[in-house]
């Protein structure tokens, strides 16, 4: 069931030796590397809580089965930082040159992508829209912010630069011809290039994609990907695919820290993505399915597994000749 490993994607991933000069001490810890790193009406503030953490309801409990309380926010910030680092600081691959006119970020989490891409692009118009009303009041002047559901009927035109996520539904419609789509994601599948992956986090994504594959939701891979944009009538499209590596075990600086920051989401992106995931689409208990996370987050910091995860960022281009329908 789970993905078979991405080829092409460059050389193996070295790990760094001194990681591996102490082979008795798995851990991390053990080796100096801390794990502690409005316009909105009140009716919209509807949450549950469930296993610990709040999960936003105004849509529906089922809509997003990850929580958007401020330990969320934190990872998604941080996680935000590491893509940054995986991208060489760049916000975007797609070519869309120097004065795109408006940019539409659905799921915008944070805002924190949405508010970069704001204070870079001056001229354009920005907007961020998610179900929860998580983002700052105070942002650039061009952007702001929606609450709303991408599942929904979309109203947004000339729409020039959309990322989304699972979703695709209004995109293409709102698409300006010309204008660019844009895909991130993470794929459910733990790889090494040492394989000493039979472990925690391995099983923890095994649930993962189950979960998601129940939902009709099946992982992001790189031919899933491209497939979508195909399907979806875009042309010019291009799927990068990086090796995001867990835990500070990379030899290469850069990445290095890519693992370290990882890391450091680990306790928190365990439980997020997996608790409602594993308790509510896969009946697991909440005593197991906490135990799957927290097993999962502990194989990160064990310096004996040098796993990584294939991060895509796809995009392609509505037809210049397309028919514009919104
Ligand atoms: C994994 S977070 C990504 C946040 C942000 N794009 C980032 O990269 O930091 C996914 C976001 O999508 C939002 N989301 C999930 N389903 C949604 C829907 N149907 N409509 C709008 N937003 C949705 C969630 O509330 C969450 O904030």
Known sequence: MSSSKPENLGSNLEVDPAVLEDSVADSYDSSGFCTSTESLTSSINQYIFENGRRYHSYYGADKNLMPTNETEQDRLDLHHEIMLLLLEGKLHLAPIGPDPQKILDIGTGTGIWAVDCADIYSNAEVIG???????????????????????????????????????????????????????????????????????????????????????????????????????????????????????????????????????????????????????????????????????????TKNKNYHMWTPFHVAYGRKPISADYQV
């Not at 929606?146 to 996520?165: A, C, H, L, N, R």
């Not at 660019?180 to 391995?202: H, P, Q, V």
């Not at 195909?230 to 090796?243: F, P, R, S, W, Y």
Request: a negative charge.
């Open 129 to 299: 829209t998610d179900l929860s009303p998580i983002q700052p009041s105070w942002v650039p002047q061009n952007l702001k912010f929606e609450v709303d559901d991408m599942t929904q009927e979309w109203s947004y035109k000339d729409v020039y630069f959309p990322p989304i996520g699972h979703s695709r539904f209004g995109s293409y419609r709102c698409l300006k011809p010309g204008g660019y789509l844009k895909i991130a994601e993470m794929e459910f599948g733990t790889f090494s290039d040492d394989d000493k992956i039979d472990n925690g986090f391995r099983t923890w994504m095994e649930y993962l994609e189950e979960a998601c594959e129940k939902l009709g939701r099946p992982t992001i891979t790189a031919e899933r990907v491209k497939q979508i944009l195909n399907d979806g009538g875009l042309e010019g499209i291009q799927v990068a695919t990086m090796k995001q590596p867990f835990g500070p075990w990379a030899k290469d600086e850069r990445m290095k820290k890519v693992g370290t920051m990882t890391m450091f989401t680990a306790d928190s992106g365990s439980t997020g993505y997996g608790l409602a995931l594993f308790t509510r689409v896969l009946d697991v208990a909440p005593e197991k399915a906490l135990a799957v996370c927290k097993a999962g987050a502990a194989d």
